[in-house]
């Protein structure tokens, strides 16, 4: 595994790009429909899905394969997750709502995947601001792995917001929903395979965003 880092390494960077670049060049090339937004709102929240769904997948893939090298691209994954969620957010405060804070305040209480929406960005906001390995040493590796637990339940309230948003095919986030089960399960066995001490990363070296299970 080891000898495939740098090619795994180019994919996950790949891999966190390839949405963005696709959707510009959709916009870009008028090929995203006829709400060219909506669809943009809509991918960028699948996309945030996905890769909290692949930031929870790193420790079950270390377990699996006993490689401690698969959590170097765990940071990167947590923040683009919260890249694209910011985006999807954007989007609705500005083109959906043109930033009516009154209007949006009604459609919180009013529609509740908006709700639990808002709830798992805010939850997101702590994860990405102490991601850095400075952060840890300023929390402490105790305090700092019991916020980015917060992780978990985040990853439960997206899947949340997307089944209550979808109208008519449950089936997508139901897919998810089942994904997030599987890796939940993947937890109930926890063997020690090559803990890391957090507070021993080099300086210069990023934390990992969520999945604080090591």
Same mark, same amino acid.
């Given at each position: 595994m080891r000898r495939l880092s740098p090619w795994l390494n180019v994919l996950v960077w790949l891999g966190v790009a390839a949405p963005l670049l696709y959707l510009s060049w959709g916009l870009w090339t008028? $090929? =995203?429909?006829?709400?060219p937004i909506q669809e943009i709102t809509h991918q960028t929240g699948r996309w945030t899905l996905r890769f909290l769904l692949a930031t929870l997948a790193i420790t079950p893939l270390r377990r699996l394969t006993?490689?401690?090298?698969?959590?170097?691209?765990?940071r990167r994954l947590g923040l683009a997750a919260f890249f694209y969620a910011s985006i999807h957010? =954007?989007?609705?405060?500005? =083109?959906?709502? @043109? @930033?009516?804070?009154?209007?949006?305040?009604?459609?919180?209480?009013? *529609?509740? @995947?908006? &709700?639990?929406? =808002?709830?798992?960005?805010g939850l997101m906001v702590p994860l990405a601001m102490t991601s &850095?390995?400075?952060?840890?040493? $300023?929390?402490?590796? *105790? &305090?700092?792995?019991?916020?980015? *637990?917060?992780?978990?339940?985040?990853?439960?309230?997206?899947v949340l917001h997307y089944w209550w948003a979808v109208k008519f095919d449950w089936r997508p986030p139901l897919a998810y929903g089942l994904i997030l089960l599987a890796l939940f399960l993947l937890r109930l066995r926890r063997p020690r395979v090559g803990r890391i001490d957090a507070t021993a990363l080099p300086r210069r070296t990023a934390a990992p965003v969520g999945d604080p299970t090591d």
């Open positions: 008028d $090929r =995203l429909g006829a709400n006993g490689w401690n090298g698969w959590i170097r691209w765990r957010l =954007l989007l609705y405060l500005w =083109l959906d709502q @043109f @930033f009516d804070w009154g209007e949006i305040g009604r459609d919180i209480l009013k *529609r509740r @995947f908006i &709700t639990v929406g =808002l709830l798992a960005y &850095t390995a400075g952060w840890i040493r $300023r929390l402490g590796g *105790r &305090t700092w792995r019991r916020l980015h *637990r917060l992780v978990y339940a985040i990853a439960v309230l997206g």
